[in-house]
């Protein structure tokens, strides 16, 4: 406690003013005689009898009167401790940063939990006037709520934070967001509160920020040690040697006092379908697990998990696709064989499938010539590309045709070997386009083309390509062509079949009639035609980060589509004619997905090859030590755990003043 | 009538001083008319305004009784025959003359004025006792003066003369003796004592004795066949108390003082005041004596008037 006006403290001499009063009136009285006087002896034993300590009251009323003013003149304060701030209204932006390395702890009380708890003591701390938002700062960043002055509903907010997440981290994006929160408010008073881990992961871009007068307030949760944690980073599914078995590959990554031996669980649900065990050794161990593959069409969602009790849970499990992994499954039919050539059909199509970011998609091809196509089982595969091939036979151009009807994709690149009549006969109407002929002699470029789903990029690095022989394509009326060349003749064509989809290109995959294999934009060309094509029949087992959006391929005529996530929550989405994706965005969690479709009133069905798994980054498993941005950097950044701020004694004091005088007054009043 | 001059009341040492002034002109002038009849039957030595407990030969008719023979034939009652066909004597009451004590309070609490001379308690005491004391002489009544204070202090015996009015204001014109306490118990037996035959005995005094035996003596008096007056005097600072500075009250009879608010204590005062006069009526009226209070601001002759109104119809307070 302390004062303001110390100095007022002097007028506590005034409290001796009643007993001076009173002893001045006690001395030098006028003196009078009173015959009556035993009369008034007895009046004044009568009346101190009953007024006795009511006068006393009134002294001390009075005197309690006087001190009170006195101190209340000295402004005085009590220091205590508020949770965040300084009691006076302001803007606060409170970044909470929900992912997955902020599951660190024991049951609920994680670091998110402990996040969480802080946001609402804070928020509840703040004072009436004052303005709050909330964001989240796993990735991507999002404002859960924007700035309000409704104290009790941002603080009911809170509860819409899930408890378990699969997110990376982007701090930076919510520290962004926060600022932009806090630009437009009313408040001279703006503050950041910002609570993480701190994880090491990514770095935080601190140049980018512009606090400007906003009081940024770092908040690290957790000791910022690394712990003791074991994590499965990444799992790998192939088929084992027998066909029906396969082999689950699971990555580990350790730190602290992991122990060398792991037990690890593959399971669906309660069941547990097989067990492995991974050995650890510098923090890094690998295992596998063998494991039937469900029969097509059932369920392939499944779960590896590490039986440990470490630092962080939400790591310790994966959620996997109980089916060959690698996204898509592509039969590629090299119709000119030049193996280890530049010359090779197929050798620049590998090679860019090769370059595609694992994020993007993964690609298992396997690559036969022509003669060897009729030996291969179509079912297995999501694409058949036939790179430069010959008409096919009857036979083995029925197989594709019904391989097509059936939701697989078909891709047909030209060459010397394909001559348009054969093909016309062979594929008739499962072509997208009659095959007219083949020009050469004038060399084109390629047109821009704006993206289109079949080319989400559109003609993005193309404008430099050059073809000199291209095959004449006459597109069929429900054809798509997304991309021409530079004289308006359609440079790809594609249509749908049934379930399925083909799509014929103009001119080579390699560089015998057009340079564009060695253009940057043949990659994006390639993967395009690979993805989209396969899409419509099959699925994609690439990974999606949590938090991430997802597009899902909507089988054809699809009507319902309905995503079942790891905890059983449903998501329906209508489908519109002609939709071909849908967006997902709920990947909170973790694990396996699946989903489900309908092509009106019929039942739902499981698509089991547009499943897919939602999984944290592999450096959110790491927890530390704590990266904190040099806060000196910052400007006005400051950190504190709660402020002591003063109080004023003084409204209460003056308060007790004005109860002592009415009191005064009723102990008075009886003496008039 | 000759009032006596007088010095400033309570002025120099016991019985030094000079006669205080007690019955003014005015004051006799206004209280002439008034007369005294005793209440009850008292004896006298001469025949007079008052009923004699001895029936004879007077003017006033009493009683019939049955005529015997040796009875006065003018007694006969010829009418109550002439009614009754009864023989019947009349009987009379014969009247005599009142003999009356005059009693004041001399002790030093009757010494008091609040400041205000006409007010004097012991002066407005006297002046009662002294126009009662003309009115009686008046009528051809024996009037006797008695001072007291902690004992039967001054006397002078009754007498009926006229001019024996001078010696009883005399008597009440001296001054207080200061410091003495008032004792009614001892002073009013002496009293009793040196009294003899059935008379008017009116005390003046604040019968501030606070001892539960004080008033024992008015009983005393009332056995001997006294009528016994008592004019509760009191100064208006005494009944109103209606003082408003603070002060330092002293006793006047000893040596007790007590700072006071006058203000804070009025109400208790006066509480303890109406039980002590409550008291003294009671007192008074247990033993047969009349009380009246008499307010020293309050003129005497309304006193007077009051005082001997209410006997005639019976009654005091």
């Known amino acids: 406690m302390g004062l303001e006006a110390p100095l007022a403290l002097f007028g506590l001499f005034a409290a001796a003013i009643p007993f001076i009063v009173h002893r001045l009136r006690r001395t030098d009285p006028v003196r009078r005689t009173l015959p009556t006087f035993a009369l008034l002896q007895q009046a004044e034993a009568a009346r101190r009898r009953t007024r006795g300590l009511t006068d006393l009251l009134l002294l001390a009323a009075r005197v309690a009167l006087l001190v009170v003013a006195a101190l209340a003149l000295g402004a005085p304060f009590v220091l205590a401790r508020v949770p965040f701030g300084d009691g006076r209204p302001a803007a606060t932006a409170i970044v909470i940063d929900d992912s997955m390395s902020m599951l660190r702890g024991r049951g609920h009380n994680t670091l998110l939990a402990r996040a969480v708890a802080r946001a609402r003591e804070v928020i509840a701390s703040l004072p009436t006037g004052s303005e709050v938002a909330l964001v989240l700062g796993g990735a991507p960043p999002r404002v859960l709520v924007p700035r309000s002055d409704d104290l009790a509903s941002v603080e009911r907010a809170l509860e819409e934070i899930p408890a378990t997440s699969a997110r990376a981290t982007d701090l930076g994006g919510a520290v962004g967001l926060a600022l932009q929160e806090l630009r437009a408010s009313r408040q001279s008073e703006r503050r950041l509160l910002l609570l993480s881990d701190f994880a090491p992961h990514p770095a935080l871009a601190t140049d980018a920020w512009r606090l400007g007068a906003v009081q940024l307030v770092i908040e690290p949760l957790g000791d910022g040690t690394p712990g003791t944690n074991v994590a499965l980073v990444a799992t790998d599914v192939r088929r084992g040697a027998d066909r029906d078995a396969l082999v689950v590959s699971v990555e580990l990554r350790s730190t602290g006092d992991a122990p060398p031996r792991v037990p690890l669980e593959l399971r669906r649900g309660d069941a547990v379908l097989a067990k492995g065990e991974a050995m650890l050794a510098e923090g890094a161990g690998k295992a596998q697990i063998e494991v039937s593959a469900p029969p097509g069409g059932e369920d392939p969602t499944a779960e590896v998990r590490a039986v440990i009790d470490d630092d962080l849970d939400a790591d310790d499990a994966l959620g996997v696709l109980l089916a060959p992994q690698g996204g898509l499954w592509l039969l590629a039919v090299n119709g000119d064989p030049k193996p280890a050539t530049d010359d090779d059909e197929l050798r620049y199509l590998a090679r860019a499938l090769e370059l595609v970011p694992e994020a993007e998609g993964v690609v298992e091809s396997r690559q036969v010539d022509a003669d060897t196509l009729a030996q291969h089982d179509l079912a297995e595969f999501d694409l058949v590309l036939l790179a430069n091939v010959a008409a096919p036979a009857g036979p083995l151009a029925g197989r594709i045709a019904t391989f097509v009807r059936a939701g697989g994709g078909l891709v047909i690149a030209p060459g010397d070997h394909v001559e348009p009549r054969p093909y016309n006969a062979a594929f008739g109407d499962l072509l997208p386009c009659h095959i007219a002929t083949v020009a050469r002699g004038r060399s084109v470029g390629f047109a821009t083309a704006p993206p289109s789903v079949l080319l989400p990029r559109g003609s993005l690095g193309l404008a430099q390509a050059t073809v000199d022989t291209h095959l004449v394509l006459e597109p069929f009326d429900d054809a798509e062509t997304p991309l021409r060349f530079t004289d308006g003749a359609p440079a790809v064509v594609s249509r749908g079949a049934d379930r399925g989809r083909v799509t014929v290109l103009a001119t080579t995959l390699d560089a015998d009639w057009t340079d564009l294999p060695l253009r940057p934009g043949f990659l994006p060309l390639a993967w395009a035609l690979v993805r989209e094509v396969a899409q419509r029949g099959g699925h994609t087992l690439r990974p999606v980060h949590g938090g991430q959006s997802i597009s899902l391929p909507v089988p054809p005529g699809t009507k319902r589509l309905e995503v079942v996530a790891p905890d059983a929550s449903r998501h329906p989405f209508q489908v519109r004619p002609g939709q071909l994706s849908v967006a997902f965005d709920r990947t909170q969690l973790p694990g396996a997905y699946r989903v489900f479709a309908s092509s009106g009133s019929a039942a739902l069905r499981d698509v089991p090859r547009a499943a897919f798994v939602v999984r944290a980054p592999a450096e959110e498993s790491a927890l530390g030590p704590r990266s904190i941005p040099a806060t000196k950097r910052l400007g006005n950044a400051g950190s504190d755990f709660g402020n002591t701020v003063r109080r004023s004694l003084a409204p209460l004091l003056f308060l007790a003043c004005a109860a002592l005088a009415l009191l005064e007054g009723l102990l008075r009043a009886p003496r008039r | ?317």
């Open chain 2, 1 to 317: 009538m000759t009032p006596v001059a007088a010095d400033p009341l309570g002025a120099g040492s016991e019985g030094t001083s000079a006669p205080r002034h007690v019955l003014d002109a005015g004051v006799a002038e206004r209280v002439a008319h008034l007369r005294v009849r005793a209440r009850h039957v008292v004896e006298g030595l001469r025949s007079g305004l008052h009923r004699s407990p001895h029936r004879g030969a007077s003017v006033i008719f009493a009683e019939h009784r049955e005529y015997r023979p040796g009875d006065d034939l003018r007694l006969l009652d010829w009418r109550a025959y002439a009614r009754s066909d009864r023989h019947a004597i009349k009987r009379f009451e014969q009247e005599t003359h009142l003999r009356a004590h005059l009693v004041l309070d001399a002790s030093a609490s009757m010494a008091y004025d609040g400041g205000r001379p006409d007010t004097h308690k012991s002066a407005h005491g006297a002046t009662l006792l002294g126009a009662l004391g003309m009115i009686l002489l008046a009528q051809g009544d024996a009037a006797a003066g008695h001072a007291i204070d902690v004992d039967l202090v001054r006397s002078v015996p009754p007498r009926s003369r006229p001019d024996h009015l001078e010696a009883i204001l005399r008597l009440f014109a001296q001054p207080v003796r200061p410091k003495t306490r008032t004792q009614l118990r001892p002073a009013l037996t002496s009293l009793a004592e040196r009294i003899g035959r059935r008379a008017l005995v009116v005390i003046a005094s604040d019968l501030l004795d606070f001892d539960a035996n004080a008033l024992e003596p008015l009983a005393l008096l009332k056995a001997r066949g006294h009528d016994v007056r008592v004019f509760h005097v009191l100064h208006p600072d005494e009944l109103d108390f209606a003082l408003r500075d603070r002060a330092r009250f002293e006793d006047p009879e000893g040596d007790g003082w007590l700072d006071v608010d006058p203000p804070a204590i009025r109400d208790a005062y006066r509480g303890e005041l109406a039980k002590f006069m409550d008291e003294c009526r009671r007192r008074c009226v247990a033993a047969g004596a009349r009380y009246l209070v008499a307010r020293t601001d309050q003129p005497v002759q309304e006193v007077l008037a009051e005082a001997l109104g209410r006997h005639r119809r019976g009654a005091w307070g």
